[in-house]
């Protein structure tokens, strides 16, 4: 007898299911812990939903739906996938993410035609040699496990798109990575790789590249190669300098190097002209360099945590830039180059060293936010009048005395932080209302 809710309405759908002659049957979220036999009469079964229940394990009654193309199993409490699965000769996508596998059977080469392959979230300390049967997969996700190497037989993935190894115990890749010339998307954040090999260069059609949180301190010449790069994150790492290969990297949108060791940022970066997005911060910059001028459609620039002492004119070319992080450094001034940044909606310039506020101010007329806290300002211009947008003003731990009456125009200001200034009587009682 059937036990519980989940179980009746189990049976009730596959019944349902075997009169219709449905080809798609769901059974998700229905807490089971095992799957009903009767399941065995849906042949013309093509999509099986079995996601979120309590199953640990497959009943053999499932190699009779041999027209299955596609098998959800995300998120039970699978240990082992059954042998029986090799009779699923026509499956395409199959999902196996957030269970308890300590490993995969060799069963899984009979399904030839897979796609999609979704392990992540499970138990794995090792790559199947039997994923090398699988010479049509488009994507293969083996993050969130315990892999510490990938065997060279993922050289037969010829058709592979999408490889996403992030979370992992990883400490080398194989040279038979240049067998993925197919490959769209490389995640490998969150490993232990110390360096990355020469067969990176046959990725030519790689788009993105994830390499955060691992312990690399150099760049391959091979880096030249990635010419369809679109994004590349390596921050949280330990790289001391940037290869000039990086110039070849034109198509890039997004470049990610915060929490390095950098003490300079390349010539080489006047070629990255499609860039969008260039995080810096935590390294040990002194100086932005007057290449920056080249990347005109930058929209967000973040230089916090560096020893920066001054800005170049060059930021003047920065026209399209939104978001602009100067926070943590030692800077004194403020350029005027920083008039023609009329796009800039946020400006970071929190626990510098800066005295007082350039009259170029006045130009940021679209600013939202402006965080001047932690700095030495005696005083501020009438000119901040004309940033009728302003929202926001972080004003805290500086040495401002009285605040201009030009101040009270900005009717969008929502939030003025003035905490440890030696404010004169009155001030606050005249913004009292923000």
Do not use: C
């Not at 899984?108 to 300390?125: E, G, H």
Request: no cysteine.
């Amino acid at each position: 007898m059937l036990g519980n809710k989940g179980d009746r309405a189990a049976q009730q759908r596959i019944e349902q299911a075997r009169r219709e002659g449905a080809i798609a049957l769901d059974l998700g979220g229905l807490k089971l812990r095992e799957l009903p036999e009767a399941i065995a009469s849906l042949t013309q079964l093509q999509r099986l939903y079995l996601s979120n229940n309590q199953l640990t394990e497959l009943p053999e009654s499932i190699a009779s739906l041999t027209q299955l193309r596609q098998l959800y199993l995300s998120n039970n409490k699978l240990t082992a996938v059954s042998e029986s699965i090799t009779s699923l000769t026509q499956l395409q996508l199959l999902y196996l993410d957030k269970n308890q596998l300590r490993s995969l059977p060799e069963a899984l080469a009979s399904l030839t035609q897979l796609q999609r392959l979704d392990l992540d979230n499970n138990k794995l300390t090792a790559v199947s040699e039997a994923l090398a049967s699988l010479t049509q997969l488009q994507r293969l996700d083996l993050s969130y496990n315990q892999v510490t190497e990938l065997p060279e037989s993922i050289a037969s993935l010829t058709q592979l798109r999408q490889l996403y190894l992030y979370n992992n115990q990883l400490r080398e890749l194989p040279e038979a990575l240049a067998s993925l010339t197919q490959l769209q998307k490389l995640h490998l954040y969150n490993n232990q790789l110390r360096e990355l090999p020469e067969a990176l260069a046959s990725l030519t059609q790689l788009q993105q590249l994830y390499l955060s949180y691992n312990q690399l301190t150099e760049l391959p010449e091979a880096l030249a190669s990635l010419t369809q790069l679109q994004r590349l994150d390596l921050s949280y790492n330990q790289l001391t300098e940037l290869p000039e290969a990086l110039a070849s990297l034109t198509q890039l949108q997004r470049l990610d190097l915060d929490n390095n060791k950098l003490t300079e940022v390349p010539e080489a970066i006047r070629s990255l002209n499609q860039l969008q997005q260039l995080y810096l911060s935590y390294n040990q910059l002194t100086e932005v360099p007057e290449a920056i001028r080249s990347l005109t459609q930058l929209q967000q620039l973040d230089l916090h945590n560096n020893q920066l002492t001054e800005l170049p004119e060059a930021l003047a070319s920065l026209t399209r830039l939104q978001r602009l992080d100067l926070s943590y450094n030692q800077l004194t001034e403020l350029p005027e180059a920083l008039a023609s940044l009329t796009r800039l909606q946020r400006l970071y310039l929190s626990n510098n060293q800066l005295t007082e506020l350039p009259e170029a101010l006045a130009s940021l007329t679209r600013l939202q936010r402006l965080y001047l806290s932690n700095n030495q300002l005696r005083e501020l211009p009438e000119s901040l009048a004309s940033l009728t947008q302003l929202q926001r003003l972080y004003l805290s731990n500086n040495q401002l005395r009285e605040l201009p009456e030009a101040l009270a125009s900005l009717t969008q200001l929502q939030r003025l932080d003035l905490d440890d200034n030696p404010l004169n009587p009155g001030v606050h009682l005249t913004f009292a209302n923000i």
